[in-house]
């Protein structure tokens, strides 16, 4: 073996599906430092860059040594026409989740089967909208299956309380039963580190956990304190964080941590944003480099605020950030309102691998 080029290796590696990759870990350490260090999968908390989407398209930000950022497209100009009315629905090791499951890197697509009784749902098909279709649905993936899955919440607009999943690659949809379950998508449905995660609507709000593997839904453990209602559902480093308020200008943010035991919701900051109305967290992914990313100016511009980090697992309390901490410009006059973030790494694997029908 010591005479195949490492870059073969690789080359081979990445056309294997993730399962098959777990596995060649075992063969020799080799082997295992190149999954580790050359695959998407250990690449996305390391080497992840901002993704922005927009009312207009959606933008990278590649380069962010600069005092601004330039975004590139994402969509050239031969996948514009095609893709730039389309909502992301989520990022997982560089795989776009829109209506049609597009790979951007390159150009690849895996169009899924139509979701059960698609046809009995009240369609509101708009992203300018408060509330859109496309905000039912969330990406994610399991680590330890390799599969990704695409999960539909019970909603509005939905005339079944179910929920609705599809495993990449697979022929057909399965539902769960979801009663009394709907979803409040004002705050946001998140995949993260293997589950799924929303709202509930109602007065006794709760948030409810859908695990992509065994596709079973239970409720998390409740807010500690409740500050007002549930803001939004957000990602960050593989955990769950839920932002409340109080106020208009001052948001609480938590993570949750959780074991195969309990769960525990730390108060890990409290973040500032009475420096204008217009301004608004990013999401789902709202920290990333240890910035928060807020948005602002009418929608056109990216902030990056750095606050003191703390030790959330020792400590129940952060640092508030206020309009003098560290606050610069990322992005500005980018085309069209910033919709949604997320981490994003390039990726040249091939969606057939995940093919099953």
């Known amino acids: 073996m010591e005479d195949i080029p490492t870059e073969l290796v690789v080359e081979i590696l990445l056309r294997l599906p993730w399962t098959s990759r777990r596995r060649a870990r075992l063969v020799c ?12 999968e250990m ?3 390391r080497d992840a860059v901002p993704l922005v989407v927009t009312t207009e398209s959606t933008y990278v930000l590649d380069d962010q040594d600069q005092e601004t950022c330039i975004p590139r497209d994402l969509w050239t100009d031969q996948h514009m026409d095609a893709y730039k009315d389309m909502e992301v629905v989520g990022v997982c090791n560089g795989v776009l989740c829109l209506c049609d499951d597009t790979k951007p890197a390159t150009g690849d697509t895996l169009a899924l089967p139509s979701i059960p009784r698609h046809g009995l749902f009240r369609r509101h098909n708009s992203r300018r909208t408060d509330r859109s279709w496309h905000q039912a649905y969330s990406f994610g993936y399991h680590h330890g299956t390799g599969q990704y899955k695409v999960v539909h919440v019970p909603c509005f607009f939905k005339t079944k309380e179910t929920v609705q999943v599809f495993t990449v690659g697979e022929a057909s949809w399965r539902e769960v039963p979801a009663p009394n379950m709907k979803c409040r998508l004002d705050a946001g449905v998140v995949s993260v580190n293997g589950a799924s995660y929303w709202v509930t609507e109602g007065s006794q709000e709760k948030i409810m956990s859908f695990d992509l593997k065994s596709e079973r839904m239970k409720p998390t453990k409740p807010l500690p304190m409740r500050d007002g209602p549930i803001c939004q559902l957000a990602e960050v480093q593989r955990r769950l964080r839920t932002l409340t308020s109080d106020t208009y200008y001052m948001i609480k943010v938590w993570v949750l941590e959780s074991n195969a035991k309990e769960q525990t919701w730390i108060c890990q900051y409290s973040l500032s944003v009475s420096h204008g109305a217009n301004n608004h967290v990013t999401g789902p ?3 990333l480099f240890g910035y928060d990313l807020i948005h602002g100016g009418q929608g056109h511009k990216l902030y990056r605020y750095l606050h003191t980090p703390v030790n959330y697992e020792t400590s129940s309390e952060g640092k508030a950030v206020t309009r003098y901490c560290s606050k610069r410009v990322l992005v500005s006059h980018i085309r069209g309102h910033i919709l949604h973030t997320f981490a994003y790494i390039k990726t040249t694997e091939a969606l057939s691998v995940h093919r099953r029908w």
């Not at 350490?29 to 998407?40: A, C, E, F, P, Y």
């Open 43 to 45: 690449e996305q908390c």
């Open 29 to 40: 350490r080799s082997w295992r430092d190149l999954v580790h260090q050359r695959t998407t």
């Open 285 to 287: 992914n709202i920290i």
